[in-house]
């Protein structure tokens, strides 16, 4: 079963269950088949997005509990519409008091049941964590936090226990077996008669004596309270990237895998969801593995489903792409979530002439790389060596025991497997291979090979010990079976988060020829794409993955689709933007801010300009400028080079938001603020055109079209959490099936969907299974489309679409053309056939047409 188009939905305590229920008809009449649901497993109170699990087995009670859910499921299936569910299987959140998987370990230690369940060395290298956890959940310095009385025991007498609890907030339950002293210590007979005064006459930290007592009750638990800075260096634990509060899972292992997916699967097998998305399918310790075993267990529960829902699950991933890998057809999944269309799409938007012109001006502005993967390597190496410095020596160490295993590499020093581990992570151009240590497949080949050849490049001396790990991660050379696999898995279950880390959340936020290029699954180094190798893209997927998701807005976007497509219009008149530009961002420089956080700025503020938003609108400028200066901090922390999260430059972040709002709200930025709306004025109407060609490709070619809530109306989000601000429901239903709506207000957009939607119904087959053909467009406008045709059986969709809109829209003043604008451009068919597109598109930017052949 593979869904028409899915509708993505972010649930949290503001949107439940209940609130989705009653839109069922707006999203069936829109041509919806499928709700794609956030996580809905119990989630930390308060979660936004649901990805911080702390019970998978359950449903959130925060969005209504499983009731609420069946209500929902039974409200979407009256209109016909299914369910695909989003999983986490890679982490759970901890600290705090909500985990109980997680407090069962720090209880209990490596004799806990749920020992195996996270990813724990229990025997690491620095002798004062063997058998212990590291707890890196301080503010500050253990001494300092433990003399300033943040610190305290409190008994638990329903669960049995005693816990130090940190800040009210954090818990940590100490050792069963040290109950008994904290016992005959405050003369309590039992943990009910434990109460906070006996606690605090012997365990307070501001006291002395009492301190001592209480440092040295800490020293005997299974788990070592550390300041929250020291978890790179220190940390003995995989955690999700590097947030301490999200713990990864061992999902390898029958017992943990039983437990995340017991709620999944339950719900597929009563017919309540039609399939799962994976969550960060990367960070697993063997991806192909899991999503074959995830399989499996979907197909065992298939014949429980009700007799009219017994359909073949719908299975796909979240895998980032990178420049010339291609998703392995042997994991059994019908595609991923759609991030490589997303980067396509966008590429082919772009003119090429802007990228020489664009990077120069980058480079002359900031001081910074005019090419990417100057800034990639840069980036690669500061995250690796600052934030994962303790899992590098994890993964050195496992890769020196698999040395020592065998005669030909013993000689090979620790020391020397760690800088070989770290030049070939900084190497790579991938998220990670996918070898288990004793297999591989062939399609890591070419791509590892390159990141060996980078390596070798840059660390010449070590080469015989890259070329050792490469032969490990390729399924081959000496050495211990069982610790070549550990050490491959540690390696891999690193290389994924640096890549995520160091191009998603740094680079991304240094690199600024055009931002329209930075974004999740987005290859910057590549600004452009022609029109037959976007299509040949696009065929090629749609033959080995016809399931694939088609997106191009999500709950992690940077900034928003048509935010993006408004960008790329730049890119058609980058002389013109250089030449307004450079004037803005002097002006911002001469306020104290850094050239490249100006123009990364003023990008934003272009981009995301609502329409209907004037220089001279006191409150929308107001509101305008608050959410782009949060969107300033986090860039600019996220950049880690004025700021970061974890040192903050509160004072630098002051200037550029003064000079922000001074740009936007105040009197003194009335003459930019005026230079910058015009501007904005004259290209709104070419970058609308882009956000509808953009939209109606994602529902034309092979593949799932996903729409992200709300973007059926224009998208000019920023990055999270602006870009799961609440969606305007009510306004959706009303707008839809209206007429002569003014483009400002996102109506063509929603009618040009709605209505590809429903040739999508009228002919399924054709949609899901036709090939996918160029056409070659002649005449004076030929090098501004994109034509292709579809066909299956006797039924054929033909399609043209408008790239370049700099001018053509401007003639209308709308995202539409005059149709002699056209001219003389026609679409060459079979034989000597045409079409002329002056009246095939008239004064469309996107046309499509469904005929019998």
Same mark, same amino acid.
Request: hydrophobic content about 40%; charged content about 25%; overall charge negative.
């Given at each position: 079963m593979i869904p028409r188009a899915t509708y993505r939905v972010q649930f949290h305590a503001g949107f439940t269950f209940a609130d989705a229920a009653p839109l069922a008809d707006y999203w069936a009449d829109l041509g919806i088949s499928h709700l794609y649901a956030s996580p809905i497993a119990t989630a930390r109170k308060g979660s936004t997005h649901g990805y911080d699990v702390v019970d998978p087995s359950t449903i959130n009670p925060h969005l209504g509990g499983e009731q609420a859910f069946r209500d929902m499921a039974a409200a979407l299936r009256a209109r016909g519409l299914g369910i695909i569910l989003d999983i986490v299987p890679n982490h759970v959140a901890v600290g705090g008091e909500e985990n109980g998987w997680w407090l069962d370990v720090l209880e209990n230690g490596p004799a806990s049941r749920y020992a195996r369940f996270f990813d724990i060395d229990w025997e690491p290298e620095d002798a004062s964590l063997?058998?212990?956890?590291?707890?890196?959940?301080?503010?500050?310095p253990y001494a300092e936090v433990l003399r300033s009385g943040d610190l305290q025991l409190e008994a638990e007498p329903d669960l049995g226990r005693i816990s130090l609890v940190a800040y009210g907030a954090h818990r940590f339950p100490i050792r069963p077996e040290d109950h008994a002293e904290v016992l005959a210590r405050t003369g309590a007979a039992d943990l009910r008669s434990l109460s906070r005064d006996k606690i605090?006459?012997?365990?307070?930290?501001? +006291?002395?004596?009492?301190r001592e007592r209480l440092h040295a009750l800490i020293e005997k638990q299974h788990w070592r309270l550390a300041w929250w800075r020291s978890a790179g260096d220190a940390i003995n634990w995989r955690r999700f990237f590097d947030i301490t509060?999200?713990?990864?899972?061992?999902?390898?292992?029958? =017992?943990?895998?039983?437990?995340?997916?017991?709620? !999944?699967?339950?719900?597929?097998?009563?017919?309540?969801?039609?399939?799962?998305?994976?969550?960060?399918?990367?960070?697993?310790?063997?991806?192909?593995?899991?999503?074959?075993?995830?399989?499996?267990?979907?197909?065992?529960?298939?014949?429980?489903?009700?007799?009219?829902?017994? +359909? %073949?699950?719908?299975?796909?991933?979240?895998?980032?792409?990178?420049?010339?890998?291609?998703?392995?057809?042997?994991? =059994?999944?019908?595609?991923?979530?759609?991030? /490589?269309?997303? +980067? =396509?799409? &966008?590429a082919v938007l772009h003119a090429p002439e802007g990228a020489e012109p664009l990077a120069d001006f980058w480079a002359r502005i900031s001081g910074r790389p005019a090419d990417f993967q100057s800034e990639e390597h840069i980036a690669r190496q500061e995250i690796l060596h600052r934030g994962f410095a303790g899992q590098l020596d994890t993964v050195a160490a496992t890769l020196h025991r698999a040395g020592q295993s065998a005669l030909e590499t013993r000689d090979f020093g620790l020391a020397a497997f760690r800088r070989a581990a770290?030049?070939?992570? /900084?190497?790579?151009?991938?998220?990670?291979?996918?070898?288990?240590?004793?297999?591989? !497949?062939?399609?890591?080949?070419?791509?590892?090979?390159?990141?060996?050849?980078?390596?070798?490049?840059?660390?010449?001396?070590?080469?015989?010990?890259?070329?050792?790990?490469?032969?490990?991660?390729?399924?081959?050379?000496?050495?211990?079976?069982?610790? %070549?696999?550990?050490?491959?898995?540690?390696?891999?279950?690193? &290389?994924?988060?640096?890549?995520?880390? &160091?191009?998603?959340?740094?680079?991304?936020?240094?690199?600024?020829?055009?931002?329209?290029?930075?974004?999740?699954?987005?290859?910057?180094?590549?600004?452009?794409?022609? !029109?037959?190798?976007?299509?040949?893209?696009?065929?090629?997927?749609? /033959?080995?993955?016809?399931?694939?998701?088609?997106?191009?807005?999500?709950?992690?976007?940077?900034?928003?689709?048509?935010?993006?497509?408004?960008? &790329?219009?730049?890119s058609e008149i980058a002389p013109d933007w250089i030449d307004r530009a450079e004037p803005w961002v002097h002006e911002a420089a001469a306020a104290g801010v850094d050239p490249a956080d100006a123009l990364f700025v003023l990008q934003m503020i272009v981009g995301a300009w609502p329409l209907d938003l004037t220089a001279d609108d006191a409150e929308g400028l107001s509101q305008f400028a608050e959410r782009v200066a949060a969107w300033q901090i986090k860039a600019l922390r996220e950049g880690k080079l004025r700021s970061s999260w974890a040192v903050p430059d509160e004072t630098y972040e002051g200037v550029c938001t003064t000079h922000l709002h001074g740009l936007l709200t105040e009197p003194q930025g009335a003459a930019t603020r005026e230079q910058i709306a015009a501007f904005v004025q004259d290209i709104a109407p070419a970058g609308a055109a882009k956000g509808l060609v953009q939209a109606g490709l994602r529902l034309t070619l092979p593949g799932v079209p996903d729409l992200y809530q709300?973007? =059926?109306?224009?998208?000019?989000?920023?990055?999270?959490?602006?870009?799961?601000?609440?969606?305007?429901?009510?306004?959706?239903?009303?707008?839809?099936?209206?007429?002569?709506?003014?483009?400002?207000?996102?109506? !063509?957009?929603?009618?040009?969907i709605a209505e590809l939607l429903s040739m999508r119904a009228r002919d399924p087959d054709l949609f899901a299974s036709a090939d996918l053909s160029p056409l070659e467009v002649v005449g004076a406008r030929a090098g501004s489309v994109l034509a292709f045709r579809r066909r299956h059986g006797g039924r054929v969709l033909t399609v043209a679409a408008l790239l370049r809109t700099a001018d053509a829209s401007g003639l209308t003043g709308a995202p539409a053309v005059a149709p002699e604008w056209w001219g003389d451009t026609q679409l060459r068919l079979e034989g000597a056939q045409s079409l002329r597109l002056a009246e095939f598109a008239a004064d469309r930017v996107f046309a499509a047409q469904l005929d019998a052949l």
């Open positions: 063997r058998g212990k956890v590291l707890a890196p959940f301080l503010g500050a605090d006459a012997h365990y307070d930290g501001a +006291n002395d004596a009492a509060e999200l713990a990864g899972l061992r999902i390898e292992e029958p =017992e943990v895998f039983d437990a995340v997916h017991a709620l !999944p699967l339950r719900l597929y097998a009563e017919g309540l969801i039609d399939g799962v998305r994976v969550d960060h399918v990367d960070g697993l310790a063997d991806p192909a593995g899991y999503c074959r075993r995830l399989r499996a267990a979907l197909e065992e529960r298939r014949a429980e489903r009700p007799a009219d829902r017994q +359909n %073949r699950a719908y299975l796909i991933v979240e895998k980032i792409l990178g420049a010339g890998e291609a998703l392995s057809s042997d994991w =059994e999944v019908d595609g991923t979530t759609g991030y /490589e269309f997303m +980067n =396509e799409v &966008s770290a030049a070939l992570v /900084e190497s790579f151009s991938v998220y990670r291979t996918y070898g288990t240590g004793q297999t591989a !497949p062939t399609a890591d080949a070419p791509l590892l090979q390159i990141a060996v050849d980078k390596a070798i490049a840059a660390a010449p001396l070590d080469e015989a010990v890259i070329r050792l790990i490469a032969a490990w991660l390729a399924g081959q050379g000496p050495g211990d079976t069982a610790l %070549r696999a550990d050490a491959v898995r540690r390696f891999q279950q690193l &290389s994924a988060p640096i890549a995520a880390k &160091s191009v998603e959340d740094t680079a991304f936020y240094r690199y600024g020829r055009l931002l329209s290029r930075n974004d999740v699954g987005f290859d910057p180094a590549r600004f452009s794409e022609t !029109p037959r190798a976007f299509l040949t893209l696009c065929r090629e997927r749609g /033959e080995c993955f016809p399931g694939a998701m088609l997106t191009t807005a999500t709950h992690d976007h940077k900034r928003g689709e048509d935010v993006r497509a408004r960008l &790329s219009v730049l709300g973007c =059926e109306f224009w998208d000019f989000s920023l990055v999270d959490p602006d870009n799961r601000r609440p969606v305007d429901y009510p306004a959706r239903p009303r707008s839809l099936g209206s007429s002569g709506l003014d483009w400002r207000s996102g109506g !063509p957009k929603q009618a040009l």
